[in-house]
């Protein structure tokens, strides 16, 4: 149980792929699609973390990415479908992109 009485599920098996977090809460279903990245080691700190979604593709410097998007459409859609057809209510589940950027140990 989450903080508002929500429920997170981990690792859900689908047919082909897995959707790493489903988040079941008051505010509606989520299907999240988590991916990381080392941070890049130039440029201004507050630049190097910073990631941007234009709706289609995942950007920050150094990495773009344009096939993530599609990924957690298809999931939500997937999730949507599932969900819909076991429950014989409407339920649509939106796509989520989680990005962790991680800074590389410095050596001793």
Known sequence: MIAGGGRVLHDIQAP?????????????????????????????????????????????????DMKTAEQARAQGRWLSERLTTSAGLPVSARPVICVWLW???RSR
């Open 16 to 64: 082909g792929f897995n959707i790493d977090h489903v988040v079941v809460a008051p505010g509606g279903v989520f299907a999240v699609e988590t991916k990381h990245r080392l941070k890049p080691t130039r440029g201004k700190p507050g630049e190097q973390a910073r990631v941007t979604f234009d709706g289609t593709a995942l950007a920050l410097p150094g990495w773009t």
């Open 103 to 105: 800074r590389r140990p």
